[in-house]
């Protein structure tokens, strides 16, 4: 039977293409291959294998992609559909990885044992070490699947939209549909549902009452007899801030004298509904208690959950004979680390309230009647308290000192001090205006630069540590060296720090929430700090170097 030249011939159907679960691109794994061998490079802090296994498949999986995205460019350019690789370079990519990613993660080890010695650090996890390997490569598949869903994503909205519209606009507004719903869903579904979750969370602990912490008896205290704060509405961090620190006596005990029960004023979330009235309720208690009555005011803006570090109040009161008065306040549920992501707002509003309601009060007494006014804070706390003021000249106009330590790097002032610092001076140790008002140092006990000017007046001390990652963290490190690793590092951090694009991102923001699980001096973890700060800043007579030794050991075995 012969076929009809006018009908076409059947033509058999084109195999589907199956999409394959773990396929993957040779030049995505070269991208993948190298950023994951550069994870181990060194960062701030220690890092165990767990942590160091997710940094890893994060910068993995960021490796893919450059790597597919840099192969699909250059096809572009050299016009040529993409080619499936040969045997023969699998292989070449086999060997290398095995050589390559045992190298890296031998000197990762030996990289992280001489940060641990740097720091004191003598735990070591063999089994965590261990695991980095597998969870490196877990991540990486988790991230690698989402971005394969994201992409078959958009295919089947192009796709759907091609009934309607060109081709190249479905492309393009495919992918601005599929980019924004995935940004509204991490954002508004994932980000914003674990905020509200762990608000909720910490607000229930916020109830409690940390052990060892009891109602004061002292009319001295907010939640004590008289207080206009009642005890319940503290918090848990405003119970444990009035409801300990040094006695009169502990304080006399140190400085071999007659000393005073130091004032300590408080208002928590509970306590009234508003920041401006919670901050005006706060100065009242204050003024209740005879807080202005004494030689030195501290106001203190709280870091996350309304914590105030013991150690920066116990160096101040020890230092001032007990004569002394701090006010403090609540702006959050939630833990610091948290609040530093996504509480600056409220940080910056509390700083500024209560400041302002404190100065109010103290202006309009006599000036030979008025205590010395000061002002700290810590991590996000130094970023609530800079907000109150424009800058060097009305710090030094409106405060008789301030201590602000492990300052955030988005910190105003801090930033505006540190990028106009005098040439030649390291940006982990820079000297503003010939340190006339503003000065910063890592460690007190070493002196403060720069040495042979002069410190008259206000002293405004920026404590900030080499290896604190709340300080340097930033998202220009993505895609920018700061100069702190282009110089030379400071006493705590290795040499063979270097900046890598992304790589360095994601390590520093890695170190953020273990920025206190190192010894004090290290990291964001400042006590001993606090007693020559204070020192410097308060410039009190009669203490010398044994009692600040003293002092010193007092504060690291505080609770």
């Known amino acids: 039977m012969t076929r009809d030249p006018q009908v076409p011939p059947l033509q058999e159907p084109a195999p589907r293409t199956r999409h ?32 160091q296994g997710l940094i890893c498949g994060i910068t993995a999986a960021i490796g893919y992609g450059i790597g597919v995205l840099a192969a699909y460019v250059w096809r572009a350019f050299a016009d040529r559909d993409p080619r499936s690789p040969s045997r023969r370079s699998w292989l070449v990519l086999l060997v290398c990885a095995i050589v390559l990613f045992a190298l890296a993660f031998g000197l990762g080890q030996y990289w992280q044992h001489e940060i641990r010695r740097l720091m004191g650090v003598t735990d070591y996890n063999v089994i965590g070490a261990v695991a980095c390997p597998f969870v490196a490569a877990l991540v990486f598949w988790l991230l690698l699947l989402a971005g394969r869903g994201l992409r078959r994503l958009f295919h089947w909205v192009a796709d759907l939209l091609d ?22 869903v991490f954002s508004g579904l994932l980000l914003g549902g ?13 109830t409690q009452t940390p052990e060892g912490v009891h109602q004061p008896t002292s009319v001295l205290r907010s939640g004590g007899p008289g207080s206009l704060v009642p005890w319940d509405t503290l918090g848990r961090e405003g119970r444990a801030f009035t409801g300990s620190g040094p006695s009169a006596g502990e304080i006399g005990a140190f400085t071999h004298g007659t000393a005073r029960e130091p004032i300590r004023a408080y208002a928590g979330l509970s306590t009234t509904g508003d920041t401006e009235s919670r901050a005006e309720r706060a100065v009242a208690d204050l003024e209740r208690a005879g807080g202005f009555k004494r030689a030195n005011l501290l106001v203190m803006t709280t870091t996350g959950s309304g914590w105030v570090d013991p150690a920066a109040v116990d160096s101040f009161e020890y230092l001032g004979n007990g004569d002394s008065a701090t006010v403090a306040m609540q702006y959050s549920y939630l833990p610091s680390w948290l609040s530093y992501l996504v509480d600056q707002s409220k940080a910056r509003e ?10 109010d009060k103290w202006s309009k007494l006599p000036q030979d009647q008025r205590p010395r ?12 308290g800079e907000t109150a003021f424009s800058g060097e000249y009305d710090l030094r106009n409106r405060t008789a000192g301030t201590l602000f330590a492990g300052p955030p790097n988005f910190n105003t002032l801090f ?9 030649g001076s390291p940006e982990i140790e820079p000297v503003y205006k010939d340190g006339r008002t503003v000065r910063f140092t890592d460690d007190p006990t070493a002196g403060i630069p720069p040495a042979d000017r002069p410190w008259d007046g206000t002293r405004v001390l920026y404590l900030m540590h080499p290896s604190d990652p709340i300080v340097w963290w930033s998202p220009s490190l993505a895609l920018s060296e700061p100069d702190w690793i282009g110089q030379a590092p400071g006493k705590d951090v290795l040499g063979a720090m270097v900046w890598m694009p992304f790589v360095t991102f994601w390590q520093v923001t890695a170190d953020l929430p273990f920025s206190t699980g190192v010894p004090d001096g290290h990291g964001h973890t400042y006590k001993a700090a606090y007693v020559d700060g204070w020192n410097a800043v308060m410039r009190p007579t009669g203490f010398t170097a044994q009692d600040l030794d003293r002092l010193r050991d007092i504060v690291r075995s505080a609770p």
């Open 20 to 51: 394959r679960l773990f396929h993957l691109t040779l030049p995505g794994c070269w991208g993948a291959l190298v950023l994951a061998c550069l994870s181990f490079t060194p960062s701030l802090l220690p890092r165990g294998g767990i942590l």
């Open 163 to 184: 009934r309607w519209t060109g081709p190249r606009a479905a492309r393009v507004v495919g992918w601005l549909l599929v980019v924004g719903l995935a940004w509204s």
């Open 194 to 206: 674990f905020v509200n979750v762990a608000n909720e969370a910490f607000s229930v602990r916020d």
């Open 350 to 359: 509390a700083g500024r309230q209560l400041f302002d309601a404190v100065y």
């Open 373 to 384: 006014l000061f002002v700290a804070g810590e991590s996000l706390g130094s970023f609530g």
């Open 415 to 423: 930033r505006e001090f540190s990028d106009h610092r005098q040439a």
